[in-house]
């Protein structure tokens, strides 16, 4: 069992950035694939980025050149370093831990507005 904090959504401006985290707690974060999500109102959840064991990542097009994801195998925490926010960003922003594609373990999400 792996349990997952997601922290450092709020309210910012278009344009700006901001830094989530997602600190886990269980079994050796090392060996797990990791991955952002988000969410927004009425739509689909929608896979953002995702770094593995090997720290690998990929990017959904929407936010390539915009979102960095990373990871901290010492802290046991991945980040999602988002710049050039816009308002179609807003959502609520999970954080997953998985192996071989698919993600087993989710956070409670943490909420990201961009207000325009």
């Known amino acids: 069992q792996v349990q997952l904090v997601e922290s450092g959504g709020r309210l910012v401006q278009a344009g700006g950035s901001l830094r989530l985290s997602c600190t886990a707690s269980?079994?050796?974060?090392?060996?797990?694939?990791m991955g952002w999500f988000r969410q927004a109102p009425g739509k689909e959840r929608e896979r953002l980025a995702t770094?593995?064991?090997?720290?690998?990542?990929v990017y959904v097009d929407s936010v390539k050149g915009r979102f960095t994801i990373s990871r901290d195998n010492a802290k046991n925490t991945v980040y999602l370093q988002m710049n050039s926010l816009k308002p179609e960003d807003t959502a609520v922003y999970y954080c997953?831990?998985?192996?071989?594609?698919?993600?087993?373990?989710w956070g409670q999400g943490t909420q990201v507005t961009v207000s325009s």
């Open positions: 269980g079994r050796t974060f090392s060996n797990y694939d």
């Open positions: 770094i593995t064991w090997s720290r690998s990542t």
């Open positions: 997953a831990a998985g192996r071989f594609g698919t993600y087993n373990f």
